[in-house]
C-alpha cells in the first residue's frame, strides 16, 4: 500500500531524512519511533503528500505521489480522501467557527455529500456531539484533539498518520485514545518517541536515527529488548543512581512525550 523508495529529504541543506526504504501493507498498524528532531514529522508529512521527497520516491497503491499527481482534481479529492494526518498540536488545524464547521470542512473542500449526516456520526462517536456549536478554541486540549480526530475520520480514510496523538492530552485522555485508537480498523502509523505507548499503538517498529536514518524495522517488542538500537535512537538512557544507598546502572526509557 505504502511504498518508500530510497526517500531522501532536505530543509535547505540539511538533510532530515536519509535514504528511507519501507513497505507498509494494509491494515498494518506500525509505530514510528525516534528522539525529538529525527525526521518523524517530515517523514508523516511526506507519507501525507505535504511536502514531497528531493530524493527516491513515494507510491501509494501503485501511484507515485508527487507535486503533479497531487495537482490533479480528482488526484487529489482521492488521495486527500484516503491518507489523513493529525498533527502533534491541534491548534495548528483548528480554525473554523464552530465544532461542526470543524468537522465538516474537508468533506466540503473535497465536494462530498451527506455531510450533515457524516459530522454528525463522528462527533457522536467522539463524545464531541455537545460542542457541535461551540467555537473550538474555547475546548480543552482532549476535547480539541477529537475534534481533529473526527475532523479526519470524516473522510473515511483507509490510512491514518497520527503525530504524536498524545502529546498535548492529559492521562485519562490519553488512556481513551488508547481504547479509541484500537477499535479503528485502518493502517495506521503513529510516531511517538516514548516507547510505553509504543506497545499499545502497534506492533511494528520503524526508528529513526538521530542522523535520520532507519535503524530498526521490525517487531516492537523484539525492539524492546534491543538495547543498542534503542540507545542509538536516544530512546532509552543509562545512568547511574542510588537505590537504597547502592549505586547501580541501569537503562531508561524516556516517558517525555
Ligand atoms: N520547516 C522546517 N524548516 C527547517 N527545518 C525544519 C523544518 N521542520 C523541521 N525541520 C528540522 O528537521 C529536522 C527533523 O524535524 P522533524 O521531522 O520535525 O523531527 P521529529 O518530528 O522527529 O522531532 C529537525 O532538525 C528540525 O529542526
Ligand atoms: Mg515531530
Redo the contacts with the bound molecule.
Keep these: 500500500m505504502i511504498n518508500l523508495d530510497g526517500v531522501s529529504y532536505y530543509?535547505?541543506e540539511?538533510n532530515?531524512l536519509s535514504n528511507i526504504s519501507l513497505k507498509i501493507k494494509e491494515n498494518e498498524r506500525a509505530v514510528l519511533l525516534?528522539?525529538?528532531?529525527?525526521?518523524?514529522?517530515?517523514?508523516l508529512k511526506i507519507l501525507n503528500g505535504l511536502i514531497y521527497p528531493q530524493k527516491g520516491k513515494y507510491t501509494f497503491n501503485g501511484k507515485g505521489i508527487t507535486k503533479k499527481f497531487i495537482s490533479d482534481k480528482t488526484n487529489n479529492k482521492n488521495f486527500r480522501s484516503e491518507v489523513v494526518l493529525l498533527f502533534q498540536n491541534p491548534d495548528m488545524m483548528i480554525f473554523n467557527p464552530t465544532v461542526y464547521d470543524e468537522i465538516a470542512f474537508g468533506l466540503k473542500q473535497l465536494g462530498y455529500d451527506n455531510i450533515d449526516d457524516k459530522v454528525k456520526y463522528w462527533a457522536n462517536r467522539l463524545n464531541i456531539f455537545n460542542y457541535l456549536d461551540t467555537p473550538p478554541y474555547n475546548l480543552s486540549g482532549g476535547e480539541k484533539q477529537k475534534v481533529c480526530l473526527a475532523s479526519i475520520l470524516v473522510l473515511e480514510p483507509k490510512v491514518l498518520l497520527l503525530?504524536e496523538p498524545t502529546a498535548h492530552i492529559d492521562p485519562r485522555t490519553t488512556g481513551w485514545f488508547v481504547d479509541f485508537f484500537y477499535e479503528l480498523n485502518l493502517t495506521t502509523i503513529v510516531?511517538t518517541n516514548n516507547i510505553s505507548l509504543a506497545m499499545e499503538l502497534g506492533e511494528r517498529g520503524i526508528v529513526?536515527s538521530e542522523n535520520?536514518q532507519l535503524i530498526y524495522d521490525g517487531g516492537l517488542e523484539q525492539l524492546l529488548d534491543d538495547k543498542e538500537s534503542l540507545l542509538k535512537a536516544n530512546l532509552i538512557h543509562k545512568h547511574k543512581h542510588k537505590h537504597n544507598g547502592l549505586e547501580h546502572k541501569h537503562y531508561h526509557i524516556h516517558y517525555w512525550d
Excluded at 35 to 43: A, D, P, R, Y
Design positions: 530543509y535547505g540539511e532530515v525516534g528522539s525529538n528532531g529525527s525526521g518523524k514529522s517530515t517523514m503525530d510516531a529513526l535520520h
